[in-house]
Structures are given as C-alpha cells and as structure tokens.
C-alpha cells in the first residue's frame, strides 16, 4: 500500500503514528483502559499480534503486553530520538511503528511492549470467527 492508499485508509492520528512514528497521548487513547478478551492486530494488514491474555495495567497510559503472539511477526531496532535509547517495535509486514519494549514489566517474561493503540485493531473474543480470526479462539478456551 503507498502512502496515498494509506492516507485514505487510516485515520490522521493512525498515520501519524504507524507511518512517523508518532506517539498518541497517554490515557487519551482507544485501548490503554480496554481489557475484555480478544486480539489485536495490525491496523493496516489485519495480522494478530498481541492477546489480551498477555495485555495488563503498566500505569502507563498505553496498552501494555507482556508479549506478542508470535515474535517473528515484530522486528526490533535501537531508537536513540528524544534524548533516549529504547527499542522501537514494528510490525515485520507492513514496516508500521507500533511503539516500544521495555525491561521493566511482570514476571514470567520481565517485558513491557508499550503500543499505541492507533497502531493496533481490537478484535473482541466473540468477534473471532466472523472476522476470520476463528483460529485464535483457542487462546480464550477455558480448560
């Protein structure tokens, strides 16, 4: 998709976000507070990426995992902007800035993957199957 195509389909702040690697404000912001079952995908190319069985409350303002579905769908550079070293994550497909991982979040895994969630899609659990997400619904099945 060029830029014109991506224009037209995301919204200004969804752009400015995956496409800048924009920051959405914290606490102001579709799914810092959303905590019902389901995934998260790509905005632009609809591919899971995090569940809300990892996703938790980082007092941060952002939606916050503890990691992803799959690693291989991610990719991790070193960001040195704003006076700061961090490590940006992108989505592998479609190159779009989703926002940062930190070293600072909850046992097992010790991981913060602080999103925007401009970047990321929702996708409630009773949603799955008409969404053609069907194969996920095994994340939500209670033993």
């Known amino acids: 998709m060029n830029k014109n195509e991506l224009k037209e389909k995301l919204t200004p702040i969804q752009y400015e976000v995956t496409q800048n690697n924009g920051t959405?404000?914290?606490f102001h912001n579709e799914y810092w507070n959303e905590f019902a079952d389901g995934i998260y995908v790509d905005v632009i190319s609809g591919?899971?990426?995090?569940?809300?069985?990892?996703?938790?409350d980082a007092g941060c303002g952002?939606?916050?995992?503890?990691?992803?579905?799959?690693?291989e769908d991610l990719v991790e550079n070193t960001?040195?902007?704003?006076?700061?070293?961090?490590?940006?994550?992108?989505?592998?497909?479609?190159?779009?800035?989703?926002?940062?991982?930190?070293?600072?979040?909850?046992h097992p895994s010790g991981l913060r993957y602080c999103m925007n969630s401009a970047s990321l899609?929702?996708?409630?659990?009773e949603d799955l199957e008409a969404e053609g997400y069907g194969k996920y619904k095994v994340l939500f099945d209670e033993d």
């Open 47 to 56: 591919k899971p990426l995090f569940s809300s069985n990892d996703k938790y």
């Open 24 to 26: 959405e404000p914290p």
């Open 121 to 125: 899609r929702f996708v409630r659990k």
């Open 79 to 106: 960001d040195t902007s704003h006076f700061m070293v961090r490590t940006e994550v992108r989505t592998k497909e479609t190159d779009s800035h989703l926002g940062h991982v930190f070293n600072d979040g909850p």
């Open 62 to 71: 952002w939606p916050s995992f503890t990691k992803p579905i799959s690693e």
